[in-house]
Nanobody, 116 residues
Framework: QVQPVESGGGLVQAGGSLRLSCAAS????????VGWFRQAPGKEREFVAR????????YYADSVKGRFTISRDNAKNTVYLQMNSLKPEDTAVYYC?????????WGQGTQVTVSS
């Protein structure tokens, strides 16, 4: 089974950018859908974006559409989340998850903090 491993979080000012990485450990992401989710303090976890590994098709939450871009690197077995024009409300722990019909495999999360 695959184990997603996130990296790239940090502190950034509003309007800035960050790129998160999700590397596959244990096996590749081949045949999986890989998604990014986030959870802010006191809030439910919410979907951010997803990509199908085979076709590369993408889908975004309305709240990030036009600002965030999800992509993959087949050779590195890694999925990226490029986050631009960050807002304080984007502050959250960001999680990478993978699966076929459901998101069965989750990473530990990486903190993103956007200061105003």
């Amino acid at each position: 089974q695959v184990q997603p491993v996130e990296s790239g979080g940090g502190l950034v000012q509003a309007g800035g950018s960050l790129r998160l990485s999700c590397a596959a450990s244990g096996r590749t992401f081949s045949s999986y859908v890989v998604g990014w989710f986030r959870q802010a303090p006191g809030k439910e976890r919410e979907f951010v974006a997803r990509i199908t590994w085979s076709a590369g098709s993408t889908y975004y939450a309305d709240s990030v559409k036009g600002r965030f871009t999800i992509s993959r690197d087949n050779a590195k077995n890694t999925v990226y989340l490029q986050m631009n024009s960050l807002k304080p409300e984007d502050t959250a722990v960001y999680y990478c998850a993978a699966g076929q019909n459901t998101y069965d495999f989750w990473g530990q999360g990486t903190q993103v903090t956007v200061s105003s």
